[in-house]
């Protein structure tokens, strides 16, 4: 019995060549998509799965107000891991501390600045399940001149020689011994390392034992028995104990936490971390759009399904008087859905496995491959299954419900019910397609005005080069005075950070706010800081050489902190402002810069102190003229090689650096298009389906219309009218469900573009003009058609 619906199935997709090619082919793109989104999500959810003790691993977190809203701080100074442990014995098993460094590497005549070095504990490699290639977990790290590196960095370093007891310069201050290889680490980890160095050498720096001094991350390993709601209650009296007095000094406090290993993929991007993270709400998105293109692509077979299924009339008469009953025809066609679904989903692979490279590259990760993975082979079973059960069902039963001798007679009546379902399933269909259009309307719109906004500074040719080695921290100011002399350079600020970079934040006490101490944000910077940025003067004026007391004396702030302090601009002018933590004494507000954004438009502008202290400068932003861009980097090259010839230069532009601010938004655009197009193809073929469905019903009525004296025009009017009804209806559903969506996905930004009633009247317009040149294709054909020819169909 199976062999011959496998056989008739066969047969019916050979003869029906044009509308099996449909079929397949729109099966063929929704199965492509769910499979691709399914390997994203897969992905996604597996980081740090992979880690023996990951159940019980937290990472220990500072929890503070920071303008009036709560932030989750993981930087924690090095005497948090002893005194957690100290303190708390038996609930936690064993702590691990993780510094992000960048340093200078050396072997022979190679030299690499390496930015992924992580300074830890000798427990980093027993605490997480790294695997080491060569190496004991237990001791790799316990000699303090000891490094271990991944298998890809040793290779860029020693080639095909043996590096274990190989001696690297590090930083120009140690000798360490090679004593460990680590197997380079796995895509979905959120710490992503190229070499480990013990921590222990820096036990005698001063910051190593200074509490406030907040530079590394902290994890701990709690007993199994322990409830981490139960430890957290402790943490207040911790605090209390460790950091009341600077607390109560500063004006400001913070609370500690715990976040379970698993979730800190998903904390999401933050200017506070510098590891990789994720976003749900990408994943919910693309989750999404793979559920909603999948069902289009079944409520499109399931349309064209019914729209031939008078092609196949005679065949289930003939069938039934021979005997057979409607259970076995209804299998019949579920098999042939399953067939068809079985084709779409090899196909499918076949392109997944074509265009990986390409999807791995867009993502910016490397996708693990799916061959050898269950789970894929579980998943696209699964879809194989509820497509060819959910797209087959209704097809299937209305196919084997015909009446034997209406069927023979090629009288087939398809009831009303019938007609109003297919229906509706096109208006679910372009209620989708004009929901996903108008989503991409206004995503591309809010990124349009992020990408063009008036920042308040000027981002154009401006060089960022990172002052992050002791040599030129040493030689910055040569390194500045070089570079300034330069024609093609316009000015050159040695500052803290750049904006959609790091701002400090710190407590200050202030004139007009007495005996209340203030979290501001704060940059530290020199007097050419504003010039450098092109910020506008609102009040006062700028740092300036010809008042000496300037760098010891004054700051600038921006609008928004005037505006906290109680002051206009001009009545903040030469009142006191003090840094409590950095600052001996109080200084003087000279000058008020007009808002900017420091930050990106995803959050509002706060107030901004900006200060002339010295010491900690992070980078030089150099302001080019506008003229051969590559000769001027070129020059900067050689003045950085003058004074830190042992240092690669490294550089970025500060427009680059910002638009990477919304990386993700930029991916969630993109990606809204693509599928929003795919949605909107196989709901066409959808609505073909449905018309050709229409103009065989009709085809006696268009006959005797035609010989009665109706046009080509009016015929396809009226074909054209009925048709489009459901694209209409589905389009006044999606406009209220679009806004909605929109409106909460734009709440992401502090400042966004308003949802205009043209953005929807665009989104609906598209959609209509594609379903009516769909449409229009079949209305045509039927009212073209020689009237005698459709008036002997019955």
Same mark, same amino acid.
């Given at each position: 019995m199976l062999k011959n619906y496998l056989l008739l199935a066969y047969k019916?997709?050979?003869?029906?060549?044009?509308?099996? &090619?449909?079929?397949? =082919?729109? *099966?063929?793109? /929704?199965i492509t998509c769910c499979l691709m989104i399914f390997l994203y999500i897969l992905n996604e959810f597996s980081y740090d799965n992979f880690h023996k003790n990951g159940k019980d691993i937290y990472r220990v977190m500072r929890v503070g107000q920071i303008n009036g809203s709560e932030k989750n701080i993981p930087y924690l100074s090095p005497p948090y891991a002893t005194a957690l442990q100290n303190d708390y014995p038996d609930a936690i098993q064993s702590t691990v501390r993780v510094s992000r460094d960048n340093d200078l590497v050396s072997y022979r005549n190679i030299s690499f600045n390496e930015k992924n070095i992580y300074l830890t504990d000798s427990n980093f490699f027993q605490f997480f399940s790294f695997r080491l290639i060569k190496g004991n977990p237990a001791t790799v790290l316990n000699n303090p001149l000891s490094i271990v590196m991944t298998a890809s960095t040793a290779k860029k370093y020693f080639g095909e020689e043996d590096p274990i007891g190989k001696v690297i310069d590090f930083d120009k201050k140690y000798r360490l011994t090679v004593t460990g290889i680590a197997e380079d680490v796995p895509e979905n980890s959120h710490l992503d390392f190229d070499m480990i160095v013990p921590i222990s050498n820096w036990k005698n720096e001063p910051w190593f034992t200074q509490w406030p001094n907040n530079s590394l991350f902290v994890y701990v390993q709690l007993n199994p028995a322990v409830k981490p709601a139960t430890l957290q209650k402790q943490f207040p009296l911790f605090m209390d104990k460790y950091m009341g007095k600077f607390y109560k000094e500063s004006g400001f406090s913070m609370g500690l936490t715990i976040h379970p290993l698993k979730d800190i993929y998903f904390e999401g991007e933050s200017q506070f971390?510098?590891? $990789?993270? /994720?976003? $749900? #709400?990408?994943?919910?998105i693309f989750m999404s759009i793979a559920l909603l293109i999948l069902v289009i %692509?079944?409520?499109?077979?399931?349309?064209? !399904?019914? !729209?031939? %299924?008078?092609?196949? !009339?005679?065949?289930?008469?003939?069938?039934?008087?021979?005997?057979? =009953?409607?259970?076995q025809l209804a299998s019949q066609f579920i098999l042939e859905s399953l067939l068809y679904a079985l084709i779409a989903a090899a196909l499918a692979t076949g392109i997944l496995q074509f265009i990986m490279p390409a999807y791995s590259?867009?993502?910016?990760?490397? =996708?693990?491959?799916?061959?050898?993975?269950?789970?894929?082979?579980?998943?696209?079973?699964?879809?194989? &299954?509820?497509?060819g059960l959910l797209a087959g069902s209704y097809p299937a039963l209305l196919l084997s419900s015909f009446k034997p001798i209406e069927s023979l007679k090629g009288k087939l009546k398809v009831g009303q019910n019938g007609v109003l379902f297919r229906k509706a399933l096109v208006v679910f269909q372009f209620a989708i397609s004009v929901l996903l259009i108008i989503c991409v309307t206004v995503v591309m719109k809010q990124m349009h005005y992020v990408r063009t906004a008036d920042l308040g500074f000027d981002k154009q040719h401006s060089l960022i080069v990172r002052i992050d080695n002791g040599t030129i921290y040493r030689n910055k100011e040569l390194f500045k005075t070089a570079v300034q002399s330069d024609p093609s350079v316009e000015t050159v600020s040695l500052m803290t950070g750049e904006p959609g970079g790091f701002h400090d934040s710190y407590g200050f006490?202030?004139?007009?706010?007495?005996?209340? #101490?203030? &979290?501001?944000?704060?940059?530290?910077?020199?007097?050419?800081?504003?010039?450098?940025? /092109?910020?506008?003067?609102? %009040?006062?004026?700028?740092?300036?050489?010809?008042?000496?007391?300037?760098?010891?004396? %004054?700051?600038?702030?921006?609008?928004?902190?005037?505006?906290?302090?109680?002051?206009?601009?001009?009545?903040?002018?030469? #009142?006191?402002?003090?840094?409590?933590?950095?600052?001996?004494?109080?200084?003087?507000?000279?000058?008020?810069? $007009?808002?900017?954004?420091?930050?990106?438009?995803?959050?509002?502008?706060?107030?901004?102190?900006?200060?002339? $202290?010295?010491?900690?400068?992070? =980078?030089? *932003?150099i302001k080019l003229k506008a003229t051969d861009l590559r000769l001027a980097v070129n020059r900067i090259k050689q003045q950085y090689a003058s004074v830190a010839p042992d240092y690669p230069f490294e550089y970025s532009f500060l427009d680059e650096k910002f638009d990477n601010l919304y990386k993700s938004e930029i991916k969630q655009e993109t990606l809204l298009s693509i599928f929003s197009m795919i949605a909107i193809c196989i709901a066409c073929l959808g609505l073909f389906g449905l018309?050709?469905?229409?103009?065989? #019903?009709r085809t006696k009525e268009i006959g005797i219309r035609k010989v009665i004296g109706s046009s080509v025009e009016n015929i396809v009017f009226l074909l054209t009218k009925d048709l489009l009804k459901p694209v209409l209806i589905g389009t006044l559903v999606a406009i209220p469900a679009g806004y909605l969506i929109m409106h909460q996905w734009l709440q992401g930004f502090a400042y966004r573009i308003p949802i205009q009633w043209w953005l929807f009247a665009v989104a609906s317009l598209t959609a209509i003009l594609i379903a009516l040149v769909t449409v229009s294709f079949q209305a045509v054909k039927a009212a073209r058609a020689n009237p005698v020819k459709s008036l002997r169909t019955e």
């Open positions: 019916n997709l050979r003869k029906q060549k044009m509308f099996s &090619l449909i079929n397949i =082919l729109g *099966l063929t793109v /929704g971390d510098n590891v $990789k993270h /994720g976003s $749900k #709400k990408m994943v919910f %692509a079944c409520i499109n077979f399931m349309n064209l !399904a019914t !729209a031939r %299924a008078t092609d196949r !009339a005679k065949e289930v008469g003939l069938r039934k008087v021979m005997g057979a =009953l409607r259970h590259g867009f993502l910016g990760k490397q =996708l693990p491959s799916f061959w050898n993975n269950p789970l894929f082979y579980v998943f696209i079973g699964g879809v194989i &299954l509820v497509i006490e202030a004139e007009g706010k007495p005996g209340e #101490k203030m &979290l501001l944000n704060t940059e530290f910077a020199d007097f050419d800081y504003a010039k450098a940025l /092109g910020l506008q003067i609102v %009040a006062g004026r700028d740092f300036s050489s010809e008042y000496p007391t300037d760098s010891t004396d %004054a700051v600038l702030i921006n609008e928004s902190c005037a505006a906290k302090l109680g002051y206009t601009p001009r009545q903040a002018i030469g #009142k006191w402002i003090k840094n409590t933590s950095t600052d001996s004494s109080r200084r003087y507000i000279v000058g008020v810069v $007009k808002d900017y954004h420091f930050a990106s438009l995803k959050q509002t502008i706060g107030p901004l102190v900006i200060s002339t $202290k010295n010491g900690d400068r992070r =980078l030089a *932003l018309a050709s469905y229409t103009v065989v #019903k």
